[in-house]
């Protein structure tokens, strides 16, 4: 019986190891997981071009606002461009999606503090699924948005940018507690994973 109670725990909660692009792309096209608890467990959260004007129900004068497109965190100066910062966070964690309604400018992501990002492509080619490694039905334009939903795993940071601004915007990420085991997204994981993508 204990060795039969040992089996069935080894079943419902196995050894993870660390989060990487393939183990996330494997999650993408396993079913069965969607009747499990992740392991892991994560939390999936957006940034957006929300209104930053619209606070609360209390204040009547923003909770109707509706400029949803051009908001983002801050603009920064590199390299002598302007970088609008969709999104900037601390990891461990993924991105999961990133949509737009009328995408911008080359998107960069920088990863883990570094200087030059992991990812840099123009907006609408990289989500319209014209970027070579990102193919359809991964990315795509459908229902008049642009969709990117190839994964990219990070292990301490990430920023999101466009070098160009006034374009609607969701970047959704999930989360992992800290400790969590994270191998980050590198171009090399396009050609390594070719096959799976």
Known sequence: AILALATTAAVLSPAVGAMTTESLLDEMTDLKRLATWPDPPYVTKQF??????STSHGDFRGWFANGD?????????????????MMDIDGPGAIVRIWSA????NLRVYLDGAAKP????????????EVPGFPKPIAGERARGWNLYFPIPYAKHC??????GGFYYHVNYRTWPAGTEVKSFTPDDLTRLADKI
Do not use: C, F, I, W
Not at 118 to 129: D, H, I, N, R, S
Not at 159 to 164: A, I, L, R, W
């Open 69 to 85: 497109a051009g908001q983002y965190l801050r603009v920064e100066d590199k390299d002598g461009r302007k970088e609008h910062v």
């Open 118 to 129: 992991a990812l840099e492509a123009p907006m609408t080619k990289l989500l319209g699924g």
């Open 48 to 53: 957006s071009s929300y209104d930053r004007k």
């Open 102 to 105: 009328n995408p911008k400018g």
């Open 159 to 164: 920023k999101v940018t466009s070098d160009e």
